[in-house]
């Protein structure tokens, strides 16, 4: 895999003229806009750092999304359950855990599920490799997975009893997963019914 350089720009203003006017009749006219800075300076990011910017972020976002989740209706409202994970070797790619619950439909009989934002767009994998193919150019993927308790870690893990990889859901627009969220947390059909005409 290619490694990463991370680094950021910082540009540092020269100090304030005193008389630009005289500054003018002595030296002609001057592009102010270019001469009140500095080059560009760079200074290089660790992954460390990148990563916990990556997360500051990711967290952010996870909190905006799960306060537009429990404003919808006051019969539906999930816990608050915000954490990231950054990928190793590119960490300004990650994916944010906003909230879990558990649901059951006509599709699906009892089902624990839990909700995440990713920078990035992937197709969901297993649990060796969780995201497969991943496309950094897309700017979120919202997406649901079911999941169980696994004894022997002491974890959650995918519950492939749903589906091959535990996918509920996956998409890129935030209305659409907002609904889908909303259709899983539903508590009956009457409600389900009025989320699927939004």
């Not at 950021?8 to 003229?17: I, K, L, M, V």
Request: charged residues 30%; aromatic residues 12%.
């Amino acid at each position: 895999m290619q490694k990463h350089i991370y680094f950021e720009t910082a540009r540092t203003s020269q100090p304030a003229r005193n008389n630009k006017a005289s500054d003018y009749l002595r030296h002609g006219p001057f592009a102010q806009h270019l001469e009140d800075w500095v080059p560009d300076e760079r200074r290089y990011l660790t992954y460390e750092e990148v990563a916990e910017r990556t997360g500051r972020r990711l967290e952010a976002a996870g909190a905006k999304t799960h306060k537009q989740i429990n404003s919808f209706h006051r019969s539906i409202q999930f816990p608050k359950m915000i954490f990231h994970r950054t990928l190793d070797e590119i960490p300004h790619l990650g994916y944010c855990h906003v909230t879990a619950a558990h649901t059951s439909s006509r599709k699906f009989s009892k089902v624990r599920w839990a909700f995440y934002i990713a920078n990035f767009q992937a197709e969901i994998g297993d649990d060796r490799q969780f995201f497969r193919h991943i496309k950094p150019n897309y700017d979120r993927m919202y997406f649901a997975v079911a999941i169980r308790p696994d004894k022997e870690a002491s974890a959650m893990t995918l519950d492939k009893s749903v589906r091959d990889n535990g996918l509920l859901f996956n998409t890129r627009d935030p209305k659409q997963a907002l609904k889908n969220v909303l259709m899983l947390g539903a508590r009956d059909e009457a409600l389900r019914a009025i989320i699927a005409k939004m």
